[in-house]
């Protein structure tokens, strides 16, 4: 009995772990309206002073919202609308905007 | 009194010339891409490489081919300015003119996708 429990919590952890650590791109359109007025609808953000973050790598659209929300990056705009959001918030808004379509890619050494 | 010109001689002069100084302004401080291509060398050791990833913590190191120029500049004096942490950006950044930045972003804003 004991064994069944601990195989059920470490289960649960490893749930848990995968549902938080996916962002989910549908949450995260529907919570992108704050971030379209100044990033564009789609992330193609046509104000040139604020970054495009359509099909930017989510894993770092995930460290960016972090880090102004933790104040390691600096900015009055967007840190108030980063302390605003939950780590799950984070991670769908991320999903959501690495999976739109734009202009940015890597540029490789030639 | 100055014989050569008028007083609406000289009002028209100086107009001229500080048409002239804003006009060159903005060459003064446009990036140029080719300069910033061979300026961006350093930073393709990482952002030029595809996928790969900073680490402690684990995230991709960002795309940088066709983002805004003005967010680019904005970031990199972040970087310098110690307003933005990252322990190799600073360093890198700290190296860097304006100029140097303004090439460097005219580079990679000219490089994105279509």
């Known amino acids: ?110 | 009194m100055n014989l050569l010109f008028s007083g609406i001689e000289r009002r028209l002069i100086t107009l001229l010339a500080v048409g002239l100084l804003l006009c060159a302004a903005p060459f003064v401080q446009a990036g140029d891409a080719e300069a910033g291509k061979a300026k961006a060398y350093t930073c393709l050791g990482c952002h030029g490489v595809l996928h790969y990833v900073n680490t402690y913590p684990t995230y991709h190191v960002p795309r940088l081919g066709g983002q805004h120029k003005e967010y680019l500049i904005a970031a990199l004096k972040a970087y310098r300015g110690k307003t933005r942490a990252h322990g190799t950006m600073q360093a890198n950044a700290d190296l860097l003119t304006d100029q140097d930045i303004e090439d460097i972003a005219e580079y990679f804003a000219s490089q994105g996708a279509e």
């Open chain 1, 1 to 110: 009995m004991i064994k069944l429990k601990s195989v059920l919590f470490a289960a649960s952890i490893v749930a848990s772990g995968t549902a938080f650590a996916g962002g989910d791109a549908e949450a995260g359109k529907a919570a992108s309206a704050t971030c379209a007025a100044c990033h564009g609808a789609d992330g193609n953000s046509t104000i040139p002073t604020n970054p495009k973050l359509a099909g930017q790598y989510e894993s770092y659209l995930v460290e960016a919202l972090k880090s102004y929300r933790s104040g390691a990056r600096q900015n009055a705009i967007m840190s108030g609308f980063a302390a605003a959001l939950s780590d799950q918030q984070i991670a769908d808004l991320a999903a959501y905007f690495s999976a739109q379509k734009g202009t940015l890619q890597t540029v490789v050494e030639r």
